[in-house]
Each structure stands twice: as C-alpha cells, then as structure tokens.
C-alpha cells in the first residue's frame, strides 16, 4: 500500500453566470485541516535537537517583536517567508455643522509573500477531486484505519497517520501517545527515525 496522495486539491465548481457573462466554471483548493502552533513546533523538534517547548517559546518570542516593531512603524522582512507592514484605514466623518473631516486608524496587517515560499507551493500540480462533505472520523475510526495499514505495511510514522487520517500533526500525535497507552502499538526508533508498530504477542496469545 502506498503513502496517502499529498498535494493541492481543489474542485471545479460551475457558476450560473449573468445577462453580461453566461455560465463559468473556477477552481476552489479544497483545505485539508488547519495547521497549528503544536504541528510547528513538533515538526520541527523531530528534524532537529531542540525540544518543542523550546520552538514554541521562539516562535511566541518572534510573534511579539514583530508584533512589537509593526506597532512602532516598522516593516518587518523574514527572508524566505515574506514581508509584514502595517496596514491603515482612513474614513470621513461629517459633523452637525456639515464639517466633513477626515481620520485614520490602524487596520491591521499586510502580509506580502516571498517568491521563494510561493515557488515551494506550486512546483506540484494539483490535484483535481470530487468534493464530498463526509463527517469528521474520530479516534475509533481513526485507530481501524491504523491497524489495517500496519496489516499491509511492517511500520507506520506520524507523517503517514497524518496523512491517511487527514488530520493534523497535533492531532495525530495524541492519538498515537493513547494508543501506545492502550498497548494497541509500540514505538520504535527516536525522534526523526521514531516509527510505530504492533505490538509483539505475549505467549499463548494467538
């Protein structure tokens, strides 16, 4: 059995159209899940020697001097990833006397992306797929996938459970800790090279 398909997906929905333009059809990308803080910060830990914790507060200590700068006029450039400035808004307010004055507040964030996290993103094509609303699989559903892949495949790591599960590293994290917990599989390995298997069978166990 291979590894769960990764890429892009996306639909082709067809639109009505109007009286100017007759019926159209575009591409919607179809999200996965929603990565997170924990997927980050773990990801990172398993391709390296820094625990998670330590990522996590990095990334809480990055959040708040950008924050920090954008707040004092600055423009902040993380090379590779992209640009963040300030944004404003202005609007126009007329007062009881038929005065008309203008104001400016702060909006919020520009994000300008970098050509090179762009290029990461398409270099594949994407993958054309039917839409089907199907509801959330939980832990159960989850585990049997599991289990018949390990029934086809000697090991199984959180990268492919993410994967076949469609879910998120967080996610598929806790679930194997549970599992491992429940003696339903065994780890292997450390960090980066840490996979998960079945347990061996005690004696006189069939």
């Known amino acids: 059995m291979g590894k769960p398909r990764s890429g892009i997906q996306v639909s082709i929905y067809n639109t009505p159209g109007n009286e100017q333009r ?3 059809s575009c591409a919607r990308v179809i999200t996965r899940d929603t990565k997170r803080m924990n997927d980050i910060c773990e990801y990172i830990s398993e391709c390296s020697s820094v625990t ?21 006029g600055y423009s902040v450039e993380l090379e590779g990833l992209g640009h963040f400035s300030p944004s404003v808004k202005s609007k126009e307010v007329t007062d009881q006397k038929g005065n008309t004055k203008s ?19 398409k ?7 039917k839409r089907e609303n199907l509801p959330k699989t939980g832990i159960e559903g989850r585990k049997a996938k599991m289990l018949s892949y ?14 076949l ?19 339903v ?18 004696d006189g166990q069939n």
């Open 22 to 24: 007759g019926p159209t």
């Open 52 to 72: 998670s914790a330590d990522i996590k507060g990095v990334l809480e200590a990055l959040t708040s001097y950008i924050g920090r700068e954008l707040s004092y």
């Open 103 to 121: 104001s400016a507040s702060i909006h919020g964030v520009n994000f300008r992306c970098s050509p090179r996290l762009k290029e990461m993103v």
């Open 123 to 129: 270099k594949n094509a994407p993958i054309l797929v």
């Open 150 to 163: 390990l029934e086809r495949n000697s090991y199984i790591n959180l990268t492919d459970y993410a994967g």
């Open 165 to 183: 599960n469609n879910c998120t590293r967080y996610r598929a994290s806790e679930d194997i800790k549970q599992f491992i917990k429940d003696n």
């Open 185 to 202: 599989i065994a780890s292997v390995g450390y960090r980066t090279h840490r996979i998960y298997v079945l347990p061996e069978k005690e």
